[in-house]
């Protein structure tokens, strides 16, 4: 009984064939891409701590009124769990993006408190949008988004605080 074997011939008249190659290709990009994300993510990860970021936080005026996008990414170098991430957040209305504060006019300011539950170790992102309405006279129409971390909580502090109640 012949055995069958495949020749150096067969391989490279294999490779030759596109669809194979395009999903050899499209494998690559795949586990590249994988890799990549997680080398990123890995990099903001600094151990015992915790870290919060706000990129692409934007406002916008729209039909109107006052759209703001924040959100929020945490990510988790610490032993216990992020359950709560609490932020300040204050829009301006400024005549252009390099106007001075005084010259701006203040839209909105509020405290955000945003459920998380980001594990030991990992790392995850909420995005929350607001819509409120302007004021009849405003000093431009860039706005301005300032956002500044208030508090986290922890499981650990959680359960403290239920225990000891109010």
């Known amino acids: 009984m012949p055995s069958q074997s495949l020749s150096s011939h067969d391989l490279r008249n294999l490779l030759q064939w596109r669809p194979v190659y395009l999903l050899m290709v499209l494998f690559a990009l795949a586990g590249g891409t994988a890799v990549w994300r997680i080398m990123a993510a890995r990099q903001h990860f600094v151990e015992g701590s915790v870290q919060v970021e706000t990129e692409g936080t934007k406002g916008a005026i729209t039909g109107g009124e006052l759209v703001l996008d924040l959100p929020v990414t945490v990510y988790n170098g610490t032993e216990s769990a992020i359950v709560t991430v609490n932020t300040w957040t204050e829009a301006f209305a400024c005549p252009e993006e390099d106007s001075p504060q005084p010259e701006c006019t203040r839209l909105h300011s509020s405290e955000q408190s945003i459920d998380m539950h980001v594990q030991p170790g990992s790392s995850g992102s ?40 109010p």
């Open 126 to 165: 909420e995005s929350r949008q607001i819509r409120t309405g302007l004021p009849r006279t405003m000093a431009g129409d860039y706005v301005r988004v300032k956002r500044r971390l208030t508090g986290i909580t922890s499981d650990v502090e959680q359960a403290e605080q239920r225990q000891t109640g």
